[in-house]
């Protein structure tokens, strides 16, 4: 779709068989979980509108092609979605074979978008700014309820357009909100002005942006599995640029926790993961800090010369360049002139911030949800997919396709579909939390397993007896390859 005004109004029949006049339903972001909203209003007969930011679809899994995800194909797909693709040419991926970034993006996403039911209804570089109820402001609530919704957007040239809507769905997603290098949440001095030699998230360090890393001196900094992917392809990057020197720094000493998690995992992928960084600690092949805190940044003759504080003391520590793969946190600018409430720790809505809260929780732990506990007090608005869950690092791809099955429902005036929320994860314990009664007593004391059937299991190769994670996407979002992990 070209981009400016849109006002597009679609003609539904109602129970009585008139005809009413309604606004289509504005989808804010078109990844995984923005593009299942789509499926699911186009299969209730709604209009979706989906505004993605980037030129292209899928714009956040972009940026991390390169990781392969831990969930194979068979939770990576929305059902709605499918039965869309089922009516064309599309060939399904093999439901056990574990997809790329990339590959979401070619194999499922393009062609999704490709749809003739969603094509028309897609504005790209579409950055939206601000979402309002038309005429009022967020103080006003008579009539508040009978007034469209207006999207304010930016494109690519700087130019202003809107378009109305009936209801809203934020699917926009944390990638483009990633969490700063300081241990108290914010920037560190000088971090800002040392942007053009910090890379945020999970850069490509063997392809693109090869050049920029090989024989670099290289601070990661991050604790989740996001960090071990970075810091397993710099290693590689090692074997054939020797020069490159890896140092690793850990905000909180929790090593052995998040190493052990992703050994004593379900899925193999997220396993062999956790096992490759083991290996490579053990054989001295990087510099581990923990805990770190870095206090400062300043430039020297020599690279960035980085101040922080090490297990209580103080360290210092030069390198050429950083990486920064601490989570991500919402952006919660466009909302300001319509009725939101958040957790005023997660920033997640209040109802399902303790189903969420990962103090408590693991990916797989969090029990279903949907229209009920994403409710917020502007009426028809809702935030879905990572964003939902604020800064919490626990969300799964496939539980925000369950969260617009029932937001659509909802918004379809369902609202026993709606409240009827169901979702299927693979089978047992995940995200490194083992279920109860794992299976057939302890492993063996070296074995890097939670029980005998999964020592044994991971000897030949194959999954273990579940006690892992479901680790689905992140940023896109999911708990996978670690974007969502701190």
Request: with cysteine.
């Amino acid at each position: 779709m070209n981009n400016g005004t849109f006002e597009a109004q679609v003609g539904k029949s109602t129970s009585h068989g008139a005809s009413a006049i309604e606004w289509p339903v504005a989808v804010i972001g078109a990844g995984p979980v923005g593009l299942a909203a789509a499926a699911h209003l186009v299969q209730r007969g709604l209009t979706p509108l989906l505004f993605e930011r980037g030129l292209a679809i899928g714009q956040a899994l972009r940026a991390w092609s390169q990781v392969r995800v831990f969930s194979p194909w068979l939770y990576n797909i929305d059902e709605a979605a499918r039965i869309l693709l089922e009516q064309t040419a599309w060939v399904a991926p093999k439901p056990e074979a574990l997809p790329s970034g990339g590959e979401i993006v070619r194999h499922y996403l393009e062609p999704l978008a490709a749809h003739p039911a969603i094509a028309p209804h897609l504005v790209f570089g579409a950055e939206v700014f601000s979402i309002r109820r038309e005429g009022l402001d967020k103080v006003t609530t008579v009539g508040r309820e009978a007034v469209p919704f207006v999207i304010h957007w930016r494109d690519g040239s700087g130019k202003i357009h809107q378009a109305r809507a009936q209801a809203v769905i934020d699917a926009s997603g944390t990638w483009f909100s990633p969490n700063p290098m300081g241990i108290d949440g914010g920037f560190i001095q000088g971090e800002e002005e040392a942007f053009d030699q910090i890379t945020y998230g999970i850069p490509d360090v063997l392809g693109d942006l090869q050049t920029s890393y090989a024989g670099a001196r290289v601070l990661v900094v991050g604790g989740g599995h996001s960090a071990i992917n970075v810091v397993l392809d710099l290693l590689r990057l090692q074997e054939t640029s020797p020069e490159t020197q890896v140092s690793w720094a850990l905000r909180r000493n929790r090593l052995e926790k998040l190493l052990g998690g992703g050994l004593n995992d379900q899925l193999p992928a997220r396993g062999a993961l956790g096992l490759a960084a083991k290996q490579a600690i053990a054989a001295n092949r990087l510099q581990l800090l923990a805990p770190f805190a870095a206090e400062r940044i300043d430039r020297s003759s020599n690279g960035l010369r980085i101040t922080a504080t090490l297990a209580g003391r103080p360290f210092e520590v030069e390198v050429d360049r950083i990486v920064v793969a601490t989570g991500f946190r919402p952006n919660l600018d466009m909302l300001r002139e319509i009725r939101v409430s958040l957790d005023p720790v997660l920033e997640a809505p209040p109802a399902l911030a303790p189903l969420i809260d990962p103090n408590l929780h693991s990916c797989g732990t969090v029990p279903p949800h949907g229209a009920a506990e994403l409710a917020h007090p502007e009426s028809g608005f809702y935030i879905v997919g990572s964003k939902s869950y604020g800064r919490a690092p626990t969300f799964l791809m496939r539980t925000g396709y369950e969260q617009v099955r029932s937001v659509v429902a909802k918004i379809a005036g369902d609202d026993e579909a709606a409240r009827a929320v169901h979702l299927v994860l693979p089978e047992t314990g995940v995200c490194g939390l083992p279920p109860p009664g794992c299976c057939g007593g302890p492993a063996p004391a070296e074995a890097d397993a939670c029980c005998v059937q999964d020592a044994a299991a991971k000897a030949a190769g194959q999954a273990g007896c579940g006690c892992g994670s479901t680790a689905a996407l992140a940023a896109a979002g999911g708990c996978h390859g670690g974007t969502r992990q701190r």
